[in-house]
């Protein structure tokens, strides 16, 4: 499904976010060390459910008058781009794999061989590995290795933490990509190009939690060691919230959004049977007038959506493992986030010290671009940026099929090797 070009022409960079309630594109040029985004386009995401494709034409249009804004703002014509994911149940896997050395130093032939066989590992057939992290290298069972390259022994292993998703939905996906005569670059699944944006490196290393609270769902990354080395997504978000209210309250969805963006919070007060919100009903006419309700009303429709989302995520962590291992640090992001009382309700289900994450500050980038809604975009420069960098390999991926086509793995490695 990837074709990978390689780095964009020119030094420009393309990063394209394909939401539920919002298509994003930063275009950057790359100075050798960082970027300066010169184009910004975002529009309101018409035909997508979850980060999945359902109305092919529509998330085209969309996706057009997004990357047309950005390449008008920077003057550039965009050919490729790296790209988000969040759709097709994007599942962790952990895979370890050991390779006879036979006493020679190691090279990069030797990493390649090493990796295609913990990339044939992967327990499903039927789905597609868009990332293959190499976790750490052992040489004959010494761990805490970063780049074995040079070094000498007679076994290599390697622990790889693979990302599998649904072909189907990643293809729907790059096939509207392609129809806007766009390349992927690459594709990086939602919570992962998040944390590169917004956690510090001390964050990443001592172990962290991220939640990308979007529109369509809210997705988890575990970083460790300066890697991340599990992910999960739940199909339920901010869209979720605002349907609930508009259901229950039989309002239209726009104001029901609007409500929840003025008076909703995820924290009941003492002061919310007092405070009265007017609420229009659907179908009715300016001159029916509108209805009043407590706050109180609003926030317990609210709250229960938010404590149930929690809760699945907190229940599969800890069924991988990794509700402790990453110790007591949370940060949460994406537009839903900066719902009012979500940090907090966060620290009482999870239990850890939370924070609300902002991306990080590139040059270039508009100050209104600088919110948590945006850290995926903002990340996905990020990756770009720190592709190929090292032998850890953040930058692997898979083959774009299974039909034997040089994936990007090789493709990282003849690049970074010759």
């Keep these: 499904m990837v074709v990978n070009k390689g780095k964009t022409r020119g030094g420009v960079i393309a990063a394209l976010d394909v939401g539920t309630s919002k298509v994003c594109c930063f275009v950057a040029r790359h100075d050798g060390e960082t970027f300066r985004v010169t184009g910004i386009g975002h529009q309101i995401a018409h035909g997508l459910r979850a980060g999945a494709v359902v109305d092919m034409a529509a998330a085209e249009e969309s996706v057009l008058a997004a990357v047309h804004a950005a390449e008008q703002m920077a003057g550039e014509t965009i050919r490729g781009v790296y790209l988000n994911f969040s759709a097709g149940n994007p599942t962790s896997h952990r895979v370890g794999v050991e390779v006879a050395l036979n006493g020679h130093a190691i090279g990069g032939s030797d990493l390649r061989r090493v990796l295609s066989h913990g990339r044939g590992r992967c327990p499903y057939d039927d789905r597609e590995i868009v990332h293959a992290i190499p976790l750490g290298y052992t040489i004959d069972g010494n761990r805490g290795i970063r780049d074995p390259r040079g070094m000498y022994g007679e076994r290599l292993g390697v622990n790889i933490h693979l990302i599998t998703a649904d072909s189907g939905p990643?293809?729907?996906?790059?096939?509207?990509?392609?129809?806007?005569?766009?390349?992927?670059?690459?594709?990086?699944?939602?919570?992962?190009?998040?944390?590169?944006?917004?956690?510090?490196?001390?964050?990443?290393?001592?172990?962290?939690?991220?939640?990308?609270?979007?529109?369509?769902?809210?997705?988890?990354?575990?970083?460790?060691?300066?890697?991340?080395?599990?992910?999960?997504?739940?199909?339920?978000?901010?869209?979720?919230?605002?349907?609930?209210?508009?259901?229950?309250?039989?309002?239209?969805?726009?104001?029901?959004?609007?409500?929840?963006?003025?008076?909703?919070?995820?924290?009941?007060?003492?002061?919310?049977?007092?405070?009265?919100?007017?609420?229009?009903?659907?179908?009715?006419?300016?001159?029916?007038?509108?209805?009043?309700?407590?706050?109180?009303?609003?926030?317990?429709?609210?709250?229960?959506?938010?404590?149930?989302?929690?809760?699945?995520?907190r229940a599969r962590l800890e069924a991988a493992g990794f509700d402790k291992a990453a110790g007591r640090r949370?940060?949460?992001?994406?537009?839903?986030?900066?719902?009012q009382g979500v940090r907090e309700f966060a620290a009482q289900v999870f239990d850890k010290q939370v924070r609300l994450g902002r991306p990080r500050a590139f040059a270039g980038l508009a100050e209104a671009t600088q919110g948590p809604a945006f850290s995926t975009c903002a990340g996905l420069l990020a990756y770009a940026l720190d592709e190929g960098g090292d032998a850890r390999g953040h930058a692997l991926a898979a083959p774009e099929d299974a039909s034997g086509r040089i994936g990007r793995i090789g493709q990282w490695f003849r690049e970074y090797l010759q």
């Design 330 to 339: 949370m940060v949460l992001t994406g537009g839903a986030s900066q719902l």
């Design 170 to 313: 990643l293809r729907n996906l790059s096939t509207c990509v392609a129809r806007c005569h766009l390349d992927v670059v690459a594709s990086v699944v939602s919570p992962y190009a998040s944390g590169l944006a917004c956690l510090v490196e001390d964050e990443r290393e001592l172990g962290v939690t991220l939640l990308d609270m979007g529109a369509g769902s809210t997705s988890a990354a575990v970083f460790l060691e300066g890697d991340v080395v599990h992910t999960d997504v739940v199909p339920v978000g901010g869209n979720h919230i605002t349907s609930d209210i508009a259901r229950c309250l039989t309002t239209t969805l726009d104001h029901a959004e609007r409500m929840k963006a003025l008076y909703g919070s995820a924290i009941p007060s003492r002061s919310d049977d007092r405070e009265m919100i007017d609420v229009r009903p659907v179908g009715e006419g300016e001159e029916s007038g509108a209805n009043s309700i407590p706050r109180s009303h609003l926030v317990g429709v609210i709250r229960p959506r938010i404590e149930e989302t929690f809760e699945i995520l």
